[in-house]
């Protein structure tokens, strides 16, 4: 059987709209490319909301050969313009199918291989989020237990499941936790929108505060994804940057907020506590005591619903007696998160798949479960925000985006940088104030 691409180096683009799915897309893809060849790979920043700083990007860790900011149009253009054996999907649900209509309008002789997947926990959306990645050659699944409902949920509307593959999260690793003598450090894993409230955002700031204040000789910290103006993935109203200013008394000196990569502050954790970050995976995966809080309750809209039978579920004032949870071997290893040995081959399903793929013949068409026919009340408007229309095509107003040349284009480009920053400093900066006033 002849294969699909020439050479030794796998050629891949991956494709994100936020610092953290950028984080998980460039990892996955050197994870699952073939063993047996080298990678080049370009990166491609969605622009919108989330688009990261250049600081957010240093954070992660995550690098390429080459690294650009694109509209999806552009990105579609790339592809058409240059030839690459797999794209990874980094993205929001939408956009995804979005660009799955995209790649399928292009009519490519020979289609790229494409994969998409989720960067942490998938608590929430499932069937929609699913069926927006529906068309993907592969669909990875963070663990054993993912890959069940993934399988489910396609099964259940007449889907093709075939794609769904399970793998692991990309970025779990480290040392197995060791105490260590002398060191006692708790860690708060911030999210941006869990809590959501000001209220319940300023009651677990004074709760790690007080925690810090009863235990002078303890170190604790509050992890913090961004800086305020910075977005990722979920929109942050209420920095904690801003509430700690407003706390009575002043900060203790043995509390501190600190920022940088996870499995940095991981390797002097002696005690992880979030409502239900991925950092909690990472955590678990190590080892780490992982405290998952219920101050708020176990509810869906917080995500800590997951954590159900992981036997880290524990309250503040538990924290503040000492308490310390024991998680449930059975639930970590149907979790991927068992730290015996099994993550090293976590990916030789996935990375197997991509080879098969990337060997095989030339790829069918790209058919998602959402079409003109089975949601034509749904597909149009998703499409339309993303630039394109019901056939995948590019709208009027984009179809022309590179033709200009010249000093037109010169202008053009600069224009649109300029309205760029003024959206984001009005969506990052003057947007939040203007709500946070409103709650006055």
Partial sequence: MPSRISGQAVRVAVLADSDTRWKWGALTARRIAPDDRSIELSGFLLRGRATPTARQLA??????????EVTGTDFL???????YDMVVLALVGGAVQAMLHGISALKMAHRPVIVTGYVGVVYEKLSDGLLLRHGADVVLANSRYDAQRFRAVYEGVGADASSVTEAALPFLGGERYVPEEGRDTVVFAAQPSVPASRADRTYLLRRLVEHARLHPRREVLLKLRSKPGEHTTHVEEFPYQRLAEKVPGGLPPNFRMVYGNMGEVLDRTDLLVTVSSTAALESLHRRIPTAILTDFGVREPLGNHHFIGSGCLASWDQLDGGGRPRPDAVWCDRQGVAADGSYASAFDGARQRVAELL??????????YYTATTAPGYLPPLLARYHLAVDGTPLPSRASDGDVRGVRRVVREAVRGAAR??????VQRVAPVIRRMGEL
């Fill in 421 to 426: 920053g003024a959206y984001r400093h009005g």
């Fill in 59 to 68: 954070e992660v860790g995550a690098e390429a050969d080459a690294l650009r």
């Fill in 359 to 368: 060997d095989g013949p030339d790829l069918p068409e790209i058919s998602p």
């Fill in 77 to 83: 253009r790339t592809l058409r313009e240059e030839s």
